[in-house]
Every structure is written in C-alpha cells, then in structure tokens.
C-alpha cells in the first residue's frame, strides 16, 4: 500500500510500496521490511503480499499534526483496521466524510479513493496493523456469511466509501493474539502461505461476529464519560503488571478510582470478558511465549505467573489451547 504524503510546506513524499493487479496476484509470499525517516515523521514498516492480500504493520512517530493524503492508483483494496495505539482522523474531502483512528480500536473499511487531510494527536506515536483484501475477494469470502458483512459487500461492489461500522470497537484479546501470530509467524514457503491466508480469514471472522454482536446489543453503555473508559484501560494495565500476584477485584476498584461495579460492567463492555477471565487470557498467552524458551523450567513459568500448581497450571493451558505445556514447547 502506498500514499502520496504533503507537508506542511507542501512538500511530496511516497511512502509504501505500489503493486500492480499481477504482483498483487502471485501465490508467492513477499516480505519487505523497512525504516522510513522524513521531515514529517518517522516510520518502521513491514509489508507483506500474496494471493489478492496484503498486510502492513509498523510504528510511526509524527513530527507534524496535520499532513495531506491522497491515495495511489492500486487494486481495489478493503482494509482490515487496528489501530494498537494513538489518536486521530482521516478527512476525506472527495466523500466529505471523516474516519476516526482510534488507540485499541478496530473497524472495516473501503475507501476506494482518497484526498484529504490525517490529524494527529500531540503524542505524535502510533502502532497500526492492517489486512487489505482485493475487493473481488473479500466479496467471494462474505457472499455467504453474516448480514452485516453481506451488506456490507454490497456497497462496496457499487464503489460506495463505507466503513462496516460508525462506530469502532475495542479490539478483543483473540485479535490481539491472531496480530501477534501474524507478525511472528515462524513458516516458510507454501506453509507460511497457507498460515497467512488462515490467520487473516481468522480475524476477519472474528471483526464481523464483534460487529454482529455490537449490532444486536440494545443495552445502554454502563461507561458513560472518557474518564470511566480511561479507568477501566488503567485498571486492565494494572491487572497485566501485577499478573503474579493480582489484586481483589475490591483491591482494583480502589486502584482504579471506581467502584467494583463499574470495574466488572466496564471490562465486560470494553474488552468483553470478565476482570479474571482477561487476566486467565493474558497468563495463558504469555506462558505460550514463554516456553519457547527451552531453557525455562515449566514449574518456573507457572510459579511466575502466578499459578498455586503446576498441575493447575498445566490443567488451565490444556483447556486453552488444547496440548500440555510439554508438548507445545
């Protein structure tokens, strides 16, 4: 994916790779990998492309608030959206209509063509990651799915700019797992293929039931004002640094300067889970990573993580994942 940039003193940039509808159709999988420094900001950037799907994930650091955008001549492209961190908008002025970027959120997007402006937040510091399936594609996956995604299919093949969704959701534990997957994958070859396609048709299910599931909720929010929403953020960051050895859910309330039934509606609104159930989540996650790690003991892992036992810890990681902690390693 590839952007036509303008500083503020109208200054032109490239960034991205253009592909034409060969390049962006060969089985193969092609990897580039890339730091990107401009007046405007900083970039590292990692493009990946195969079979009608491209994937670009990467750090930016902006120097400037305001930057013009205009879109490069490339296949027809619907993009996949996670925002991981940072703040902003996307204004286009051929639609008149704006696309908010924002941190932990995620939505499906088509915007065949692009002119405008992006405003950054003063922080300047974002991670994205982002799937873009050919449009022909992405319309044979959803012809036979949910109504959400089937609709949603049917603007895009009459080149309306639509997004799946007004408002962005948070994005879930299992996506973030499925990103962290991608960006790791360990693969080569045709296997690497077969593991990309599935990894991106896995998180594209896993947006549409969020969507679904949004769509269908009639329930007021019980998060009301940016500051519950930021005490619930605050209180899922605690929760993570204290994971050995976690605090009540009292004990978090009061941390987080709400009250305990605030703290639970909130993590089952913002991250669809209970407090101890996103807590297992994280655990378990992390002890996947860790037994890479050969030379790590399992009964170390379990006792850092918090686990009485290694046999409840073991129980625990087979009921997740479906092996033994000895035979994932």
Known sequence: MALNIYDSSDRHYIVGNVFNEIEFNQPLVRETREKL???FGDAEMVQIIFSGISIVYGDMVMKENRLKIKSLDEPDLV????????????????TNRSISIKSNHHNILYTPNFDGTADFDETGKYK??????????????TSDSSTLLKN???NIMNNKSVELSEEHLPISFAMHNCIKDIMNCQFSGGLKLLFLQSKCVELLAMQ??????????????KLKTVYDQDRIYYAR?????????????????????????????????VFNDTVFGHL???RLSKAKDLLSDKSKDIKHIANDLGYSSVQHFSNAFSKKFGVSPGKAR
């Open 208 to 221: 549409a039931q969020a969507f679904e599931i949004a769509a269908k909720k009639v329930e007021k929010p």
């Open 152 to 154: 949603f299919a049917e």
């Open 237 to 269: 960051e605690y929760l993570i640094q204290h994971a050995s050895c976690p605090p009540s859910l009292p004990e978090l309330a009061k941390v987080a300067g709400i009250n305990e039934f605030k703290l639970k509606q909130g993590f089952k609104e």
């Open 79 to 94: 993009e996949l959206h996670f925002s991981i961190s940072g703040n902003g908008i996307m204004n286009n002025h051929i």
């Open 37 to 39: 420094s401009f007046p």
């Open 280 to 282: 297992s989540d994280y």
């Open 128 to 141: 994205f990651f982002e799937i873009h399936f050919q449009k022909e594609r992405f319309v044979d996956l």
